[in-house]
């Protein structure tokens, strides 16, 4: 498996949720399942099968976890020194040519990518449109209502 990125905000939060579902959602459901096999008969069991469900959830997501951050490739923005370039990181603040609407922006990893935020994801159309420019440059971005201009207002690393 490949690495990707993230930035050390969104390794912290996967370490976060990872610690929560070992230490607390994991005993839970055992808990959850151990109640309900003491009702007896588990072959008509909702409590039973629900739990056993949560169970397999639970699990999956700490592998991908665990798996996520085996492979991750940890960026702390604020280190990066791209000399006003827009890299993964970088904080991005925009004008649509259009309308002269501002936006901030960072460029994130698929795990931590939250548009009401101002969190996109790397591999986005408007990220990837963006990687690369400096200020002053003008990034085209192919939107599903039609190509979008944006004007790089500045560029930060924090």
Do not use: C, W
């Amino acid at each position: 498996m490949a690495t990707f990125p993230i930035t050390k905000r969104g390794a912290e939060l996967l370490k976060a949720e990872l610690h929560k579902l070992k230490t607390v959602e994991r005993p839970a459901v055992i808990q959850a399942i151990s109640e309900a096999r003491a009702q007896g008969d588990l072959s008509e069991n909702a409590d039973y099968d629900a739990a056993k469900e949560r169970q397999g959830f639970i699990e999956g997501r700490i592998q991908e976890i665990e798996g996520k951050l085996g492979v991750a490739q940890v960026i702390d923005p604020s280190s990066i020194h791209a000399e006003g370039r827009v890299v993964f990181g970088a904080t991005v603040e925009l004008e649509d040519e259009e309308t002269g609407d501002h936006v901030k922006y960072q460029i994130v990893g698929e795990d931590e990518a939250n548009i009401k935020l101002g969190l996109i994801n790397i591999s986005s159309p408007i990220a990837r449109a963006l990687i690369g420019k400096e200020e002053g440059d003008t990034a085209v971005v192919l939107a599903p209502g039609g190509e979008r201009a944006y004007e790089v207002r500045a560029v930060h690393y924090i």
